[in-house]
């Protein structure tokens, strides 16, 4: 029964209620609605609010009562337009618990719209996120809320784009390795209005998955799914190509780079396809006739891109070209050509970046000149490492020992580990961070990382990454320190913004200085020094591979890109010629291209294949390292020789082979056998190479005095001495620093 009461009374009650609710007061509230449903039983809205007063008390039987009575009288339309007034009353208190935090409340009553509007995929969307910030999120759960159906039959005027794209970023932050997970995103993808918004999500989470968390076979579904969204687009093809490169899926690498080099039109596409290409034809291995033809043309390409190129490049196009000359030191040995190309690549990308980042390019000039005036020269140089390499990974194993023996008193250490994550679980990159004074954890986001060097106010920045990181190229070029170094990671980059390029009087020729863009300098005795490495249990024995107990056993532990054409011929010819030897090859992780190209080979040379035995990567360095010793000599690979592997052979005392070229990495191994005190083995062309290596196959006694040698140089050889190393480090960067001033 209606009661008479004026509309000033009924103003009041609601004016009253609707602060009660806000207030908490839900008891006294529901009595108001109570109240005004008897003054205007025709307002549903007052029946609403009394259901989510109730409702706020936990009487939920009561809430879904009152709103139940007041839809039953009414027809079809009534009801559907009640509910949709029910649902926005709804939405608008969850809105405000989700804005206080108070998720619980929140998912309550986000279920029981979900009960009164099943397919409404607003509400679905914020359960989806509620379940992700309390914590009990799950597959099933999503799966039980059919958001993905929805999502495929919805149109798009029917999606709220902004809360899709946000919900994306959560689950692919919660659970990016999750099938559903894809499932959701490529659902995601139909809804054209923000296309390309969802495809820069997914494929910056695809990277991270590919890269950080070593799984590229689900980055390779994320970027396929972002390739029917945007067919034909270059940045998402290169990925792909990387992504199945790096899962050892050659064939679809090799496919992914060959449409990426039909469709590119743009000479900057072109050097970067070309090296694509070559990047998945090495690591397949065995494609030789392909690689040398394609290399010529790439180099066509960089002289016609740096003669040519007038307007600045753009950020994602410098960021290919920085790391497009990658393959040349596996491919060919010349310092000047290789150089030359480096150099005037890196000159034409650094004049664009500079140019882009003008503004903050210029900040950091003024502000180097800001602090020379007000510099303490009592204070410690700040040194900052920037790599993220600083890891269970070959970088990490050697530059380990500078960081243990740093003067902590002279130097201040920070360390910048991008493309790091919050969570750190490697345990080498922990033991990285305790070393430093200040561990900086940086994402991808090379002018963020440029800023924080910058803001560190970092005397001397030293890079470990070189070319092999696109991202830090531009940090370099960039220039946040005022002294910028290259050490260990690669070969000098040739950024005109690096002042130096730490070698040693060995690793490169004497006129190397005429074409490097940095300054080379050049520590006394060696450029890297360790005092050893850990060594486990070997899980290699003669037995298992049935190799007699008198056999020879040669050994070659390096990747696909290792395997020049002329090497590996140069090796044969010595099993060959070298009675009752066998051939070790480590690092073949399949049975695709490059096992049979080694075969092939042999055949051709003329070595039984069942000499040849193929020997996958193993999970622990230092089951590899005590593994070394079922070898009686290794032999290295050129133009690139070993760099860490090198060091664990001699660090074993087994006899080694190489072959000494032009360039740093074909130099490598060379300059670490004349610091551990040893020239047997030293070979200067291809010819000398096949005698050491018969010769020392067929002198057990040769070998046995390089083994002593050896482990004897242990105690003495400037290779193993970390401490006096560190101490020509820390002399080097402090004349730098006196140089610079």
Same mark, same amino acid.
Request: with cysteine; aromatic share 10%.
């Given at each position: 029964?209606?009661?008479?009461?004026?509309?000033?009374?009924?103003?009041?009650?609601?004016?009253?209620?609707?602060?009660?609710?806000?207030?908490?007061?839900?008891?006294?509230?529901?009595?108001?609605?109570?109240?005004?449903?008897?003054?205007?039983?025709?307002?549903?809205?007052?029946?609403? %609010?009394?259901?989510?007063?109730?409702?706020?008390?936990?009487?939920?039987?009561?809430?879904?009562?009152?709103?139940?009575?007041?839809?039953?009288?009414?027809?079809?339309?009534?009801?559907?337009?009640?509910?949709?007034?029910?649902?926005?009353?709804?939405? &608008?208190?969850?809105?405000?618990?989700?804005?206080?935090?108070?998720?619980?409340?929140?998912?309550?009553?986000?279920?029981?719209?979900?009960?009164?509007?099943?397919?409404?995929?607003?509400?679905?969307?914020?359960?989806?996120?509620?379940?992700?910030?309390?914590?009990?999120?799950?597959?099933?759960?999503?799966?039980?809320?059919?958001?993905?159906?929805?999502?495929?039959?919805?149109?798009?005027?029917?999606?709220?784009?902004?809360? =899709?794209?946000?919900?994306?970023?959560?689950?692919?932050?919660?659970?990016?390795?999750?099938?559903?997970?894809? #499932?959701?995103?490529?659902?995601?993808?139909?809804?054209?209005?923000?296309?390309?918004?969802?495809?820069?999500? =997914?494929?910056?989470?695809?990277?991270?998955?590919?890269?950080?968390?070593?799984?590229?076979?689900?980055?390779?579904?994320?970027?396929?799914?972002?390739?029917?969204?945007?067919?034909?687009?270059?940045?998402?093809?290169?990925?792909?190509?990387?992504?199945?490169?790096?899962?050892?899926?050659?064939?679809?690498?090799?496919? &992914?780079?060959?449409?990426?080099?039909?469709?590119?039109?743009?000479?900057?596409?072109?050097?970067?396809?070309?090296?694509?290409?070559?990047?998945?034809?090495?690591?397949?291995?065995?494609? *030789?006739?392909?690689?040398?033809?394609?290399?010529? %043309?790439?180099?066509?390409?960089?002289?016609?891109?740096?003669?040519?190129?007038?307007?600045?490049?753009?950020? &994602?196009?410098?960021?290919?070209?920085?790391?497009?000359?990658?393959?040349?030191?596996?491919?060919?040995?010349?310092?000047?050509?290789?150089?030359?190309?480096?150099?005037?690549?890196?000159?034409?990308?650094?004049?664009?970046?500079?140019?882009?980042?003008?503004?903050?390019?210029?900040?950091?000039?003024?502000?180097?000149?800001?602090?020379?005036?007000?510099? #303490?020269?009592?204070?410690?140089?700040?040194?900052?490492?920037?790599?993220?390499?600083?890891?269970?990974?070959?970088?990490?194993?050697?530059?380990? *020992?500078?960081?243990?023996?740093?003067?902590?008193?002279?130097?201040?250490?920070?360390?910048?580990?991008?493309?790091?994550?919050?969570?750190?679980?490697?345990?080498?990159?922990?033991?990285?961070?305790?070393?430093?004074?200040?561990?900086?954890?940086?994402?991808?986001?090379?002018?963020?990382?440029?800023?924080?060097?910058?803001?560190?106010?970092?005397?001397?920045?030293?890079?470990?990454?070189?070319?092999?990181? #696109?991202?830090?190229?531009?940090?370099?070029?960039?220039?946040?320190?005022?002294?910028?170094?290259? *050490?260990?990671?690669?070969?000098?980059?040739?950024?005109?913004?690096?002042?130096?390029?730490?070698?040693?009087?060995?690793?490169?020729?004497?006129?190397?200085?005429?074409?490097?863009?940095?300054?080379?300098?050049?520590?006394?005795?060696?450029?890297?020094?360790?005092?050893?490495?850990?060594?486990?249990?070997?899980?290699?024995?003669?037995?298992?591979? #049935?190799?007699?107990?008198?056999?020879?056993?040669?050994?070659?532990?390096?990747?696909?890109?290792?395997?020049?054409?002329?090497?590996?011929?140069?090796?044969?010819?010595?099993?060959?010629?070298?009675?009752?030897?066998?051939? =070790?090859?480590?690092?073949?992780?399949?049975?695709?291209?490059?096992?049979?190209?080694?075969?092939?080979?042999?055949?051709?040379?003329?070595?039984?294949?069942?000499?040849?035995?193929?020997?996958?990567?193993? &999970?622990?360095?230092?089951?590899?390292?005590?593994?070394?010793?079922?070898?009686?000599?290794?032999?290295?690979?050129?133009?690139?020789?070993?760099?860490?592997?090198?060091?664990?052979?001699?660090?074993?005392?087994?006899?080694?082979?190489?072959?000494?070229?032009?360039?740093?990495?074909?130099?490598?191994?060379?300059?670490?056998?004349?610091?551990?005190?040893?020239?047997?083995?030293?070979?200067?062309?291809?010819?000398?190479?096949?005698?050491?290596?018969?010769?020392?196959?067929?002198?057990?006694?040769?070998?046995?005095?390089?083994?002593?040698?050896? *482990?004897?140089?242990?105690?003495?050889?400037?290779?193993?001495?970390?401490?006096?190393?560190?101490?020509?480090?820390?002399?080097?960067?402090?004349?730098?620093?006196?140089?610079?001033?």
């Amino acid at each position: 029964m209606m009661i008479e009461v004026s509309p000033v009374e009924v103003v009041g009650w609601r004016q009253q209620a609707e602060q009660c609710l806000l207030a908490g007061n839900y008891a006294q509230a529901a009595d108001l609605y109570q109240r005004l449903i008897e003054a205007e039983p025709e307002t549903k809205m007052h029946c609403w %609010h009394l259901g989510l007063a109730l409702l706020l008390q936990e009487q939920e039987a009561e809430a879904q009562t009152v709103w139940m009575l007041a839809m039953v009288e009414g027809n079809s339309s009534q009801v559907q337009q009640w509910t949709a007034e029910l649902v926005s009353v709804l939405e &608008a208190e969850a809105e405000q618990r989700e804005e206080s935090h108070d998720y619980p409340t929140a998912w309550a009553i986000r279920q029981h719209i979900r009960e009164i509007a099943p397919e409404n995929l607003t509400n679905l969307l914020h359960l989806m996120q509620l379940s992700i910030e309390s914590g009990t999120f799950s597959a099933e759960n999503l799966a039980n809320l059919g958001v993905i159906p929805l999502l495929h039959g919805a149109t798009r005027d029917t999606v709220d784009s902004d809360l =899709l794209l946000q919900s994306l970023k959560r689950l692919l932050a919660i659970a990016p390795l999750e099938p559903i997970t894809l #499932d959701f995103a490529a659902a995601c993808l139909k809804h054209r209005s923000q296309v390309l918004e969802f495809v820069l999500v =997914l494929m910056h989470r695809a990277i991270e998955i590919g890269n950080n968390m070593g799984q590229p076979l689900v980055a390779v579904d994320y970027a396929k799914r972002c390739l029917e969204a945007l067919p034909n687009n270059l940045s998402i093809l290169g990925h792909l190509s990387h992504f199945y490169q790096n899962a050892n899926h050659h064939t679809e690498g090799i496919e &992914a780079a060959r449409q990426y080099c039909t469709i590119a039109r743009a000479l900057p596409d072109q050097v970067f396809g070309a090296f694509l290409m070559l990047r998945s034809l090495l690591r397949a291995g065995g494609y *030789w006739d392909s690689i040398f033809p394609i290399f010529e %043309h790439q180099d066509v390409l960089i002289e016609e891109l740096v003669n040519t190129q007038v307007e600045p490049l753009d950020q &994602a196009t410098v960021f290919q070209l920085t790391t497009s000359t990658f393959c040349q030191p596996y491919i060919r040995d010349s310092l000047v050509k290789n150089r030359l190309n480096q150099n005037r690549l890196m000159q034409v990308c650094q004049s664009s970046v500079q140019t882009y980042s003008r503004e903050l390019v210029d900040r950091f000039q003024q502000g180097f000149a800001t602090r020379s005036t007000r510099r #303490d020269g009592t204070h410690p140089l700040r040194i900052g490492y920037v790599s993220h390499c600083m890891r269970r990974h070959s970088v990490g194993w050697l530059s380990r *020992w500078l960081f243990n023996y740093h003067n902590r008193e002279r130097f201040h250490l920070y360390g910048y580990f991008w493309n790091s994550q919050e969570l750190v679980t490697d345990s080498l990159q922990r033991w990285f961070m305790e070393r430093v004074h200040h561990p900086r954890i940086l994402g991808r986001d090379s002018q963020e990382i440029a800023n924080r060097i910058f803001e560190d106010e970092i005397d001397i920045l030293v890079d470990l990454d070189s070319i092999t990181a #696109d991202i830090i190229c531009e940090v370099m070029m960039l220039k946040p320190a005022p002294v910028q170094v290259t *050490w260990l990671g690669w070969d000098a980059s040739g950024i005109p913004a690096i002042d130096y390029y730490i070698a040693d009087p060995y690793v490169l020729p004497d006129y190397a200085e005429n074409h490097y863009a940095e300054k080379i300098w050049r520590l006394p005795q060696t450029y890297i020094a360790v005092d050893g490495f850990e060594v486990g249990v070997p899980t290699l024995r003669r037995e298992d591979l #049935d190799i007699p107990g008198d056999a020879v056993i040669y050994w070659s532990g390096q990747s696909a890109y290792k395997r020049h054409p002329n090497t590996v011929r140069s090796q044969l010819q010595i099993i060959k010629a070298v009675p009752n030897s066998y051939f =070790l090859i480590k690092g073949i992780n399949d049975e695709g291209s490059i096992q049979q190209y080694f075969l092939q080979m042999a055949a051709e040379i003329g070595v039984d294949s069942s000499r040849l035995r193929f020997l996958p990567d193993v &999970a622990e360095e230092q089951t590899h390292r005590a593994n070394l010793g079922i070898a009686d000599v290794v032999l290295d690979t050129y133009p690139y020789n070993g760099a860490t592997t090198t060091l664990e052979t001699l660090w074993m005392g087994i006899p080694m082979v190489t072959r000494v070229g032009e360039h740093f990495s074909s130099r490598n191994s060379y300059t670490m056998m004349v610091n551990a005190g040893i020239s047997e083995g030293i070979a200067w062309t291809d010819e000398e190479y096949v005698e050491w290596g018969v010769g020392l196959g067929k002198d057990p006694q040769l070998r046995q005095q390089i083994a002593w040698k050896l *482990w004897k140089s242990r105690a003495t050889a400037p290779l193993w001495n970390a401490k006096a190393f560190t101490q020509q480090m820390e002399n080097a960067y402090e004349k730098m620093w006196e140089m610079g001033r």
